[in-house]
């Protein structure tokens, strides 16, 4: 117990600074909202099925935060992944090292990528690429699009793009959105 509390607690203490002083002042008090669409297609979502006649909508759906200050999103962000990155580094020094006879198999050395990052006219993209071995579709893509309004996660970035994008809503969502909540 003692050995993973030393090698865990200043992770976790990263963590609870990580929200005290970027997140919670990034997103605290903020609107947010789940989106659903369709818009995006293809004949092929995944490769093992054969391709469809015309093209397959996908359902996609994601979340939009208002945010107060992009910058601290980022350095949230980042410091979260700097730490989960620690968790994964001293899991595996727990199971090769002297707690080894804890952990039936040794847990892999990982190593967490950085995004792929797009900048679009809305504001950045930082996605992920899924493995190959799924066969699934390019198009989708677990991701995260920041600007100064909005942060949207999304598993569509062209989705994701669409959501950061100024644009009033139109039809039925026009007169909601501009009530003040």
Do not use: C
């Amino acid at each position: 117990y003692t050995d993973v509390r030393t090698a865990f607690m200043p992770l976790f203490k990263r963590l609870d600074n990580a929200n005290r002083s970027y997140l919670n002042p990034a997103f605290g008090g903020m609107s947010s909202a789940f989106v659903l669409d369709a818009k995006t297609t293809s004949t092929s979502w995944q490769a093992f099925l054969p391709p469809a006649e015309r093209p397959l909508p996908m359902i996609e759906f994601g979340t939009v935060t208002r945010v107060n200050g992009a910058d601290k999103v980022r350095k949230g962000a980042a410091e979260y992944f700097d730490v989960t990155q620690g968790i994964l580094d001293q899991l595996f020094k727990l199971s090769v090292g002297k707690h080894a006879d804890l952990f039936p198999i040794p847990i892999p050395k990982l190593e967490i990528p950085a995004p792929k990052t797009r900048d679009t006219a809305g504001g950045t993209i930082y996605s992920y690429s899924l493995p190959p071995e799924a066969g699934l579709d390019e198009k989708l893509a677990p991701n995260a699009g920041l600007n100064d309004r909005v942060a949207v996660l999304s598993l569509v970035p062209d989705f994701t793009a669409r959501l950061m994008n100024a644009a009033s809503p139109k039809g039925d969502m026009a007169d909601f959105a501009s009530k003040n909540a």
